[in-house]
């Protein structure tokens, strides 16, 4: 009854489009199940990006965080090219310290997005085999099944008619 393990869930976003800002009901959305109220703990990502013509390189992005973005954490992978055209982007980034974690659901959320929302339609893409990595540590532990309960309850019984019944001896020298 420790500690959730620390797992890794990889997301392929190959394919995924760029539409708007942040929160745009159009961005793609990737979700994934890792256990409620989880630390996350580590992202990576190793990624092509194309950006579109008025767009610029420097306005691909994409968050990380709980289902309810209540916990999230934000990243333009490209942050200096003013310019449309493709990239290559590779980073690993040690997270442990922002503090962030899924909520009570357990659910991972991606969003890919685009800083500055130029046009109608995507105003960028990720190339095939682009993928993004988060790292969880445990969290909250895990709470006992019925049957561990109901040992539990049953050996405190026994330890406790025990010690009744020796309590009924009690020898003075």
């Known amino acids: 009854m420790g500690q959730a393990q620390a797992a890794t869930y990889l997301c392929d976003i190959g394919g995924a ?3 708007g800002e ?4 159009a961005n793609q959305i990737f979700t994934q199940f ?12 190793n990624l092509t990006y194309t950006a579109f013509n008025p767009s610029w390189l420097s306005e691909g992005a994409f968050a990380v965080g709980s289902s309810d973005s209540s916990s999230r954490i934000e990243f333009t992978f490209a942050n200096t090219d003013p310019n449309p055209g493709t990239g290559s982007y590779s980073c690993t980034l040690d997270i442990a ?7 009570s659901d357990g659910i991972l959320r991606l969003e890919v997005y685009d800083d500055f929302d130029d046009f109608d339609g995507a105003d960028g893409a990720y190339g095939e085999g682009s993928t993004l990595t988060v790292t969880t540590a445990g969290g909250v532990g895990a709470a006992p099944e019925p049957a561990a309960w109901a040992m539990m309850i049953l050996g405190f019984g026994l330890a406790g008619y025990g010690l009744r019944r020796r309590s009924g001896r009690v020898a003075f020298a």
Not at 22 to 25: A, D, H, V
Not at 97 to 103: R, V, W
Request: no cysteine.
């Open 17 to 19: 489009q760029s539409i």
């Open 34 to 45: 890792a256990g409620a109220n989880l630390q996350i703990t580590g992202i990576s990502y």
């Open 97 to 103: 310290d922002f503090g962030m974690f899924t909520g």
């Open 22 to 25: 942040l929160g745009n009901s």
